[in-house]
């Protein structure tokens, strides 16, 4: 279980925070890990000013944190062996934390301007192969506590790998948002970013299946996908099935139910679909983050082409 987050500030910045807190999570529509990530990196900054007999108990506190602050508290991240990925979130949270300040006119701090996130090593998105996408969808049910859990599972997972979805999107449906006659779906993504997917048949004769098996009643409007009592199903539930599978199958520590997402991305692309399409389909705000897929596709290349060279020898 996770450590409760404690902010060692006043009530009255205690009460800014969770308000900042609702902006990301209702806004812009960032995922429960990335909320948790991003509340935990400011409770770990509030916690360093009280260590330095700084803490914060007003406003004017905010305002008056310097560049020589900032930057001494980053060093002591630096200092614990943090990987750079993890600096730079630190750096984001805290610039995201005083931007929103800033944009609500509640505090003006521009200090943070100046500093600049570490430059961080390439990565390529964990995309599966062809095959071992429809095993996992295969075995996606094997592994549940009963039949309608597993074909809730199945529909979960052929959603993330149909329609390109990350976990929060297609957690976040209600149920009457897909019906047999749809032929796309509406998707509010990161940044309260909107975009229409299309829908394949594989796809809602996945959620037909669910919805037949499930123990509750459903209605329109309330959670499409539920848990054991009925609740809006968790992240962490599906995750947990991706694990029991890629145990199962001998598959990366690294596979995560985000690796459909990328696989859908990365298979389209191998299939002839241009950048553009790909990125409106993932809901991307930039081509460049889009463009990954194209090193995905290379690295594959490469792969089989030592594979042939090792054949002749």
């Avoid at 990925?85 to 929103?100: E, G």
């Avoid at 809730?152 to 993330?160: G, W």
């Avoid at 919805?211 to 947990?240: D, M, S, T």
Wanted: charged residues 25%.
């Amino acid at each position: 279980m996770k450590k409760q987050i404690i902010y060692q500030v006043d009530e009255k910045i205690a009460l800014l925070i969770e308000k900042w807190r609702s902006w990301l999570q209702n806004e812009r529509c960032y995922s429960p890990n990335t909320l948790d990530g991003y509340c935990r990196d400011l409770s770990d900054f509030f916690s360093f000013l009280q260590r330095k007999n700084n803490a914060v108990s007003d406003l004017k506190t905010l305002q008056e944190t310097d560049i020589r602050t900032f930057r001494s508290y980053l060093s002591f991240r630096a200092g614990r062996n943090l990987s750079k990925t993890t600096i730079a979130r630190n750096i984001s949270t805290l610039k995201n934390f005083f931007r929103w300040l800033d944009d609500n006119d509640i505090v003006k701090n521009s200090a943070l301007s100046i500093i600049s996130s570490p430059k961080l090593p390439k990565t390529l998105p964990k995309a599966l192969e062809i095959g071992e996408t429809f095993k996992i969808l295969k075995k996606a049910g094997n592994y549940s506590k009963n039949e309608w859990q597993g074909a809730r599972d199945t529909a979960v997972f052929t959603l993330l790998y149909g329609c390109g979805l990350r976990i929060s999107e297609a957690l976040s449906l209600n149920f009457g948002d897909i019906t047999r006659q749809s032929k796309m779906i509406r998707i509010r993504g990161k940044g309260n970013k909107e975009r229409i997917v299309p829908l394949l048949p594989v796809v809602i004769d996945a959620i037909d299946e669910y919805v037949q098996n499930c123990p509750y009643h459903l209605k329109n409007g309330e959670p499409l996908f539920v848990g054991a009592r009925g609740e809006r199903l968790l992240p962490r539930i599906i995750q947990r099935q991706m694990q029991k599978i890629r145990i199962a199958l001998g598959l990366p520590d690294s596979l995560t139910p985000h690796a459909l997402r990328h696989s859908f991305a990365t298979h389209l692309l191998a299939e002839g679909t241009d950048l553009r399409s790909i990125q409106e389909l993932l809901g991307h705000s930039s081509l460049v983050t889009t463009q990954r897929y194209t090193d995905v596709q290379t690295e594959t290349i490469k792969r089989e082409y030592q594979k042939a060279n090792l054949l002749e020898d």
